[in-house]
């Protein structure tokens, strides 16, 4: 009896070390160590495609005001400088000059006139009075362009944020992988010491020995995959927070983790009908239909006449000394009688997109319902697995801590202690892996219903 509290009282000092010692080592302490908040808050700030999606956005605003500049009156200032001895524009240079004189009128002159230079300064106004529709329809369309990018940054946020919760209690898992994988490490060194010392008082045989080292050398292997394995999340992390720059980790054991519990979910038929009424991509579908309805009208105004009013106001010189002085006003009208089809072709095509708009927005409803009710059972499976897992944990480690005593009185099998060893482990890690999975669904059926705003959430 002897023997035993002294073997078990150092496999207790030698686990202890190994939980810590470690622990320490595979979290680098040179890492910046941060919280779920402050992770969510860095990929706000810097997950470059969320800045590209809020940027996009950005410029389908500007270009609403493209569109609505169209329509208002349009100011240019030209000026042209021509050098020429073509009859017909000297003629006409010399008149826009207002320096017109009898000599002007010899034929020779007429005919074969010496190179004249002519300075053309004009100011222009024009104005469309009516297009058919096209320029309220080009408005109406880049303003649905604009709602299309609007409400694709704010998925993007979503997707951004469901990202983040992936990323970080990924890296956590595995993070707590090592741990369990340490722990277990200690257990089975421990146990091993304890083999050794007991093979040597002849208490058990060698096999036992061997046994307890094939185990211990296990579990090493796996700790050291899992390692590497964490090393690669924690890249992944800083990718999607935009900070690859800093070395960034996860707090260890973050208390949300430790407070992770079963969730009790909304009815199903009230999350479906929630996610149809705010999903962002159903406004984005929506707005494309509308955007169609727009680009259909704008086909169409090719079958009505345009009018357009200009004017403009001119001074000519041959030297910007002295200048003639003019005006002149248009009123312009067009009708296309024939274009080859063209603006049929046009209208037609415009059809069918809006029609493929309208099927699109028909499967993308039954889609968003589909993936609510997928969402909605793996968080159940998710909570009722969790409720299990702890069950399991506690069973295993009080079944591994029963057979290890009783190994030491000789009551148990070697083999019985190794089993209940890497049940335990695994145990602890199915306990881990349901904490983390409730999270994970929770977030996840939170972005199928369009309710995840976790920048908001206290």
């Not at 200048?323 to 072709?345: E, K």
């Not at 892996?433 to 369009?450: I, N, P």
Request: glycine share 4%; charged share 25%.
């Amino acid at each position: 009896m002897t023997l035993t509290r002294k073997t078990t009282a150092a496999a207790l000092a030698i686990a202890i070390s190994f939980c810590l010692a470690p622990r320490a080592h595979a979290a680098e302490a040179t890492r910046e160590r941060i919280s779920f908040k402050e992770a969510l808050s860095l990929a706000l700030s810097h997950n470059r495609v969320l800045r590209a999606a809020e940027l996009s956005s950005a410029a389908a605003g500007h270009d609403v005001g493209v569109a609505r500049g169209a329509m208002l009156p349009r100011l240019d200032a030209l000026e042209n400088y021509s050098n020429t001895n073509t009859p017909a524009l000297v003629f006409a240079n010399l008149l826009n000059q207002q320096d017109f004189g009898p000599n002007d009128f010899h034929i020779d002159r007429l005919n074969y006139p010496a190179s004249f230079s002519n300075f053309q300064s004009m100011i222009r106004l024009t104005q469309p009075i009516f297009t058919g529709g096209r320029l309220w329809a080009s408005l109406k369309a880049s303003r649905d362009a604009a709602d299309m990018a609007k409400w694709r940054a704010i998925r993007t946020r979503q997707e951004t944020e469901f990202a983040v919760v992936q990323a970080y209690y990924g890296s956590v898992l595995l993070e707590e992988r090592v741990g369990v994988l340490e722990r277990a490490l200690a257990a089975a060194r421990a146990h091993r010491e304890q083999a050794d010392n007991m093979f040597r008082h002849g208490m058990v045989v060698k096999a036992d020995v061997l046994r307890a080292r094939v185990m211990e050398g296990t579990f090493e292997q796996e700790r050291n995959v899992a390692r590497n394995q964490l090393l690669t999340a924690w890249d992944a992390l800083a990718h999607t927070l935009g900070t690859e720059d800093r070395r960034l980790a996860p707090l260890v054991n973050p208390p949300e983790l430790a407070r992770v519990a079963p969730v009790t979910q909304p009815g199903l038929e009230d999350l479906v009908t929630k996610a149809l009424s705010i999903r962002p991509e159903l406004r984005i579908v929506q707005s494309q239909i509308d955007q169609a309805e727009q680009n259909l009208k704008i086909a169409r105004a090719d079958y009505l006449p345009t009018l357009s009013v200009s004017a403009a106001y001119e001074n000519d010189s041959e030297s910007l000394v002295r200048a003639g002085n003019s005006y002149s006003v248009f009123v312009t009208g067009q009708l296309n009688l024939f274009d080859g089809l063209a603006t049929s072709s046009r209208t037609a095509a415009a059809m069918e997109r809006l029609s493929r708009a309208r099927e699109l927005e028909d499967d993308l409803r039954h889609a968003i319902a589909l993936d609510v009710q997928r969402a909605y059972h793996a968080l159940a499976a998710a909570s009722e697995n969790l409720g299990v897992a702890r069950h399991n944990a506690a069973y295993a480690s009080d079944a591994a801590r029963i057979l290890e005593d009783r190994y030491g009185s000789g009551l148990a099998t070697n083999v019985e202690v190794l089993d209940s060893e890497t049940e335990r482990k695994q145990a602890d890690m199915r306990l881990v892996e349901a904490r983390v999975a409730v999270l994970v669904a929770r977030a996840a059926l939170k972005l199928a219903s369009g309710q995840l705003n976790l920048g908001t959430e206290p």
